[in-house]
């Protein structure tokens, strides 16, 4: 007899109930009818097609995008006791025919590919021989140029359809705007097919964003409450991505670079350092996140713009998969929009692609620069209405002044005509507080009648006004004239005074969290000495079990897990069988293991 699907999620992955929208995604595909699933990161968006593929005849073919998560994503099944397997070009060529014979015999519950692998014509030929129980395509949103990780091979996708119209498909993605949703449907021929988006809310994640004044010292500052707890430091450039690895691994931390200028052994093993070991911080430029499966990143640090929400979203997503607290921090200045905008501008797709980059850039930037909810903000791009005061961003917990900044919008914008619209903000800032430096004496420019008409206003106050401005679209960069500010058409009626203009005003957010105790989740609350340390026994004894299999700790069991076990002390095979996370497999492998550290007490 077959197993229902809420058996299935109670005797293979040990829930007692789907959460959210899961138990209805299941029902629609275990049901063979197609489906469109928009869900946050950490919401169980792999259950949705995992259940379905266990319930339903055959094989689940997955269309994933990168090698490693293939491989996290059945380690990690194959613990539950889940008969999954990939191809791709890890495999070599006798371990790709061991897995092709599994998949002919039909003992494979899920099978993972490469879109690319999925489409050519041997891979067809192969699948067109046994029972497929569904497609999932997993990270959907490539498929869409409004997305921010497009991928022309995904377009292509379709062939799977038009060869097996009777296979039901779900697609997932954590971020996608209309537009990209629309594209998803139609890109991929999902008319017809039913939508679920839930919640893009991640709770548990804290959102702050501070002006750049020292990217270093901010970073050690950040650091400094969060030792023992692995993050993500997104940078740019290569060179910055070295930079601050050594400058973060000087401050005694393990922090490894990873960029797409090393070697493929090198990235491979930082990224499994940072996925088995604790405390790692991975340093990176975006080439790094996608498919990332590590449930207990405590932040991600972007100390660069991202090149727009969905991608901040994205990136930011990869905190605290496991639904515990964690940080997502930003900072940035004038001279990262100069930046983004020259990396979109040097980019090799066409102008209409470039049109919407630079749109979503600008987008980014309003967010960064709201004196609103961070929350409601970001969730308001998803077409999601939140109604504001979350109190777990920096607007909300420290709510930022904003005062009339007309005249000195004017006084900036006029200083930037005045010199001929061919500076940067640090030279138009000398002009302003009335500097007599060489280039200011160069150009003549202490003639003008915006030479020293700006000294009520400190260097980082103009800062403020120049990144502000340049938010409010009233400034561009000009990538011809090297990051030179002008003005925009919407900026003319500032200057005849027909705008008000209204700026938030930039305080030193000087207020630190405490630093806590190493390793022990910040939401834990206030643990005893007998609690941590039996926290930390529990740990042991989840990376003595990693280590001798060679996966990562998660893989074993989540922090979650950990922390439901220290608050229920499970004395019994049947008490700890009842934990969340502990299926019928890990139950029979584990349960002694972790029932003797309980049993000690």
Known sequence: ?????????????????????????????????DCLVLMPTGAGKSLCYQVPAIVRPGTGIVISPLIALMQDQVEALRQYGVRAAFLNSSLQAHEARAVEQDLLAGVLDLLYVAPERALTPRFLDLISGVEIALFAIDEAHCVSMWGHDFRPEYRKLTGLH?????????????????PTRTDILDHLELRSARVFISSFDRPNITYRVSPKTNANVQLMRFLAARRGEAGIVYRLSRKKVEETAEAISAEGRVALPYHAGLDARTRRNHQDRFIREDG????????????????????????????????????????????????????????DIFGMQQLIDRGESGEERRRIERQKLYELLGYAESVGCRRQSLLAHFGEAHPGDCNNCDNCL?????????????????????????????????VLLGRSTEKVAGFGHGDLSTFGIGTDLSESGWRAVFRQLVALGLLVADPARHGALRLTEDARGVLRGDRRITLREDTSRSKRRESRKPSVPKDFGDVTAAELELWERLREVRKALADEQGVPAYVIFHDATLREMVAGRPQTLDEFGRISGVGASKLERYGERFLEVFRRD
């Open 280 to 335: 790692v911080v991975m340093v990176a430029t975006i080439a790094f996140g996608m498919g990332i499966d590590k449930p207990d990143v405590r932040f991600v640090a972007h100390l660069d713009l991202p090149k727009s929400l969905e991608a901040y979203y994205q990136e930011t997503g990869r905190a605290g998969r496991d639904g515990l607290a964690s940080e997502a921090w930003m900072i940035y200045g004038t001279a």
């Open 398 to 430: 420290e709510p930022p002044r904003s005062r009339d900044g007309t005249v000195d919008a004017q006084k900036a914008l006029s200083c930037v005509i005045r010199t001929g619209e061919r500076f940067g903000a640090g030279h138009l800032i000398d």
């Open 1 to 33: 007899m077959t197993a229902t699907a809420t058996e299935v999620l109670r005797s293979v992955f040990g829930f007692d109930a789907f959460r959210g929208e899961q138990g209805e995604v299941v029902d629609h595909l275990v049901a063979g009818r």
């Open 162 to 178: 038009q060869r097996f119209g009777d296979v039901p498909r779900i697609a997932l993605t954590a971020t996608a705007d209309v």
